[in-house]
């Protein structure tokens, strides 16, 4: 059973940033692509970004490309993403999720069977 549990969301300005963290069980790594994901209240959930298990390509959606760093510590388990320069736009709950898609689905949720439980992200004005 894998467990994933994201911390670091909050409250920031516009223009500023933060970084999420999602601790992870056993050997999530090793055999599970690392996703990210976000859903804003009354939208869809949406893809940020992935990092394949062999830890060498990463994704990311268009409107974080850029500003957003997805990453790994494979000594500590943990799953990281940098957000810089952040907007009103990317306010939302953001979840950490692991799965086994191939690539062409790499951007879809329905590709990711283990989800953490979010952690809200608010940019204000």
């Known amino acids: 059973q894998v467990q994933l549990v994201e911390s670091g969301g909050g409250l920031v300005q516009s223009g500023g940033s933060l970084r999420l963290s999602c601790a992870a069980s056993?050997?999530?790594?090793?055999?599970?692509?690392m996703a990210w994901f976000r859903q804003a209240p009354g939208k869809e959930r949406e893809f940020v970004a992935a990092?394949?298990?062999?830890?060498?390509?990463?994704y990311y959606a268009d409107s974080v490309q850029g500003r957003f760093i997805i990453s790994r510590d494979s000594a500590r388990i943990t799953l990281s993403l940098q957000m810089n320069n952040l907007t009103p736009e990317d306010t939302a709950t953001y979840y950490c999720?692991?799965?086994?898609?191939?690539?062409?689905?790499?951007?879809?949720?329905?590709?990711?069977?283990?989800w953490g439980q979010g952690t809200q992200v608010t940019v204000s004005s």
């Open positions: 056993g050997n999530t790594f090793r055999n599970y692509d």
């Open positions: 999720a692991a799965g086994t898609p191939i690539l062409s689905t790499i951007r879809r949720s329905a590709s990711y069977t283990n």
């Open positions: 990092l394949r298990r062999s830890g060498g390509h990463t």
